[in-house]
């Protein structure tokens, strides 16, 4: 790497951390030149303005979809307020981002050493809008869908822009033949968006999930002051809905309670099965 270039890395280093020329230097040099990782290094080693602007937490921001004929993928970058969400700079920036993920099948580690149209890669460019906007700017996460696994729907909930917005919900069937399977796709994007399931069925929840709510659930009933022998049976009925609430195949139909989601599928296709999900909520466990 030129002097030059080490020179540049270290002036953004001392932009986002806020820390010394010479402890940035040490953290590049340490780091191999990684400014993520030399940020990282120098929080480790305590120094304290190493988290002026990565330490605050970013919970606004846009999520944004995007596909071709072959693929769909999501992804969420966030910032510290809806000002800067709003923010042209940041939205271009997104919205190149999203294309890029899109070509990446929804790879961001590759996603961040790919160079933008201003021949400078996503990393360096995050760098730079970090640097001029003033905020902590993350690339939170993505999703991606195989098309070739069955037909993806998606919704964007009160959107911003064409695929823009801040709650996307997409649904993948294992088919959609016709328009009434193609409509009931939409619309469990739809409640997907709208109920936020943790999974297709109860076998597909975590154990730790059930485990750790069971214990939540275990430890308000001591508290709440109920006989032991009857805090299992309590515990049992209480999980049992946890699930059911949860789960997207037995959630009650957001466009007629009295039918579950898998009720309504059934009326259409019983060989018609949702197959993956996902819902991105801006902030959301941030």
């Not at 540049?8 to 280093?13: C, F, P, R, S």
């Amino acid at each position: 790497m030129s002097n030059k270039n080490i020179l540049e890395n270290i002036k953004k280093l001392r932009e986002i951390t806020g820390v010394g020329f010479k402890d940035c230097k040490n953290a590049l040099e340490e780091s191999s030149g990684d400014i993520e990782k030399s940020v990282e290094f120098l929080r480790k080693k305590g120094i304290a303005k190493a988290t002026k602007k990565m330490s605050r937490t970013a919970s606004e921001g846009l999520v944004l979809v995007r596909e071709s004929s072959s693929a769909l993928t999501l992804i969420e970058i966030n910032s510290e307020t809806d000002f800067v969400a709003k923010n042209k700079n940041f939205i271009d920036f997104c919205k190149e981002l999203s294309e890029i993920n899109l070509k990446v099948n929804g790879d961001l580690n590759k996603l961040k050493k790919t160079q933008m149209k201003n021949n400078i890669d996503v990393d360096n460019n995050l760098i730079s809008l970090i640097s001029k906007i003033g905020e902590k700017i993350t690339i939170r996460r993505s999703y991606f869908f195989n098309k070739n696994k069955g037909k993806v729907f998606f919704y964007v909930h009160s959107a911003l822009d064409d695929g823009i917005g801040k709650i996307i919900a997409a649904i993948q069937l294992n088919q959609a033949e016709n328009s009434e399977e193609e409509n009931i796709g939409k619309k469990i994007a739809m409640h997907v968006a709208a109920s936020s399931p943790i999974a297709i069925t109860k076998e597909d929840i975590k154990q730790d999930v059930i485990n750790k709510e069971l214990d939540i659930i275990k430890a308000e009933l001591v508290n709440s002051g109920k006989n032991k022998e009857i805090i299992d049976k309590i515990s049992q009925g209480k999980i049992n809905k946890f699930i059911s609430e949860n789960t997207l195949m037995d959630q009650l139909w957001i466009m007629d309670p009295d039918k579950k989601v898998k009720e309504v599928l059934k009326s259409i296709n019983n060989n018609l099965k949702v197959v993956d999900f996902i819902r991105f909520k801006v902030g959301e466990g941030i």
